[in-house]
């Protein structure tokens, strides 16, 4: 595999509902997280966050394990309720003293903290006053990132505002899989926009403090038309304008506000897209403030064919045939991260900042074996190919500054509970017990060689 720069930063990711547990300690207020995961039928296994991965008081040994890694970034994220219980007003000292420790320790062991701000736990409070539908949510946001800057600006190197809101929007607001679990079928459209607005307000407020640099991170994924068989050698032009619209919808429906200071053609069919009530003088400047980075999180491309005559929408999304899958069912396409960074660099030109990848990464059924090792070799497969795949891109011309795996560890993963792995390290979730697995080993000399 060809070298990478030298100052190219290896990474991992985690969130913080997915791994800190230590929901009611020292302050913390309830998220949406928290109360979506404690009703009936809502998570696969029927568990919650409440322990997750014990993060809150393990992190001292969690660092010590990404130190042995050899990592140079940690992208994690900061709980908003952690931070602001009720999502307003003065900062909880306790915590914020929590991320105040977790940013030395990281400082001390060489890795460069890069903080996500709002990785979907929502303060319980401001949905309640109607969450991101609410205008003044985005405001609270604002005022959550200076609190947060204002404490850790001076030591944190890059800042995420929010991370995938696209998948925030649908599953959450539209889809109701994930908290805070509403169909707003009708009225979705300001959900899309307050999100942008908060990040606007948030970066504003993050340049004010410190020197780190400014990002946000979304979900991007090629879409590609397929006929009925599966094959895209078998779709039509009916598929492949059904295609079109779905990459309008979730890899630009949140993009060109950010990097054209516009929303792209056709949103206005989105339900309640009314743009002259909505978008208001002065908030596609305050959105399109130009960003030190873009996140791009790729796990997959997506499958859009053209839908049946009863089609609720637009599209109709299909499984791609002729791949493997990992235990998400998520076909494994590394060619697809190439395709989707040279797109990027193509749709946006010079307005393209440059490019970290947040999130990348697999889930498979990989446990113990007979002498306590966990050799994933699956893992290992998908994270070369998508490596090699990320070199292409470079290799093309997209510049992209850092990689961050997802994830260190494996962790309570959202609907599903703690049914799906994405680790490089084995977490035995009744004793929290910490175990490297193979693709670990792997990851570590990756980085030893390219570095």
């Known amino acids: ?39 009936p039928d809502r998570i696969g296994d029927a568990t919650t966050g409440d322990v997750a991965c014990d993060h809150y008081h393990r992190y001292a040994e969690d660092v010590a394990l990404m130190a ?30 929590f991320y105040d420790r977790l940013v030395d320790s990281l400082l001390e062991r060489g890795i460069e903290p890069a903080a996500t701000l709002f990785h979907w736990d929502l303060p319980q409070a401001l949905q309640d006053a109607g969450g991101w539908t609410n205008r003044d949510t985005a405001a609270r946001f604002g005022e959550y990132a200076d609190l947060a800057a204002r404490a850790l600006g001076d030591r944190v190197r890059l800042w995420l505002t929010l991370n995938e809101p696209i998948i925030h929007f ?10 805070p679990g509403v169909q707003l079928l009708d009225n979705p459209f300001p959900v899309v926009h307050h999100q942008l607005l908060g990040h606007g307000l948030a970066a504003a407020a993050i340049r004010q403090h410190g020197t ?24 039509d032009d009916s598929d492949r304008a059904a295609a079109a619209v779905y990459d309008a919808f979730h890899n630009r429906l949140f993009t060109d506000p950010l990097l054209h200071g516009r929303y792209p053609d056709g949103v206005e069919r989105l339900p309640g897209a ?87 990464g697999c889930c498979y059924d990989d ?17 070369d190919g998508h490596v090699r795949a990320l070199r292409a891109a470079m290799d093309a011309g997209v510049r992209v500054d850092g990689y961050c795996l997802w994830s260190l560890m494996d962790n309570w993963e959202w609907a599903e509970g703690f049914t799906k792995r994405f680790g490089l390290v084995h977490v035995d979730f009744d004793t ?19 570095s």
């Not at 985690?14 to 995961?37: H, K, L, M, N, P």
């Not at 007979?370 to 994270?383: A, F, H, N, Q, W």
């Not at 929290?432 to 390219?450: E, F, N, V």
């Open 68 to 97: 042995d890694l050899g990592v140079r970034a940690y992208r994690f994220s900061i709980a908003w309720p952690r931070v602001q219980p009720t999502g307003s007003g003065p900062a909880n000292p306790a915590g914020l003293a």
């Open 367 to 383: 446990g113990p074996g007979p002498d306590g090792s966990i050799v994933d070799t699956d893992r290992i497969t998908y994270l």
């Open 212 to 235: 780190g640099a400014v990002s946000i991170a979304n979900n991007y994924s090629p879409a590609w038309p397929v006929g009925a068989d599966g094959t895209r050698a078998g779709a």
């Open 274 to 360: 009314d743009l002259d009530s909505i978008v208001l003088d002065g908030d596609l400047e305050v959105i399109s403030a130009p960003l030190d980075a873009l996140g791009v999180n790729y796990y997959n491309p997506t499958g859009v064919r053209a839908p049946g005559h009863d089609g609720p929408l637009p599209f109709e999304l299909t499984q791609l045939s002729g791949y493997p899958t990992t235990a998400f069912g998520w076909p494994v396409v590394p060619e697809g991260l190439t395709e989707i960074l040279v797109t990027l660099k193509q749709r946006y030109g010079d307005r393209l900042p440059p490019i970290w990848i947040t999130e990348n």
């Open 1 to 39: 595999m060809d070298q990478f720069p030298a100052d190219f930063r290896w990474g991992v990711s985690t969130s913080s509902y997915q791994i800190e547990g230590a929901v009611t300690e020292d302050g913390r207020g309830a998220s949406i997280w928290d109360t979506f995961s404690h009703q």
């Open 170 to 179: 649908t599953l959450g607001h539209l889809l109701g899989l994930h908290a």
């Open 432 to 450: 929290q017990g910490r175990t490297p697995k193979a693709s670990y080993a792997w990851y570590r000399d990756l980085i030893a060689r390219s």
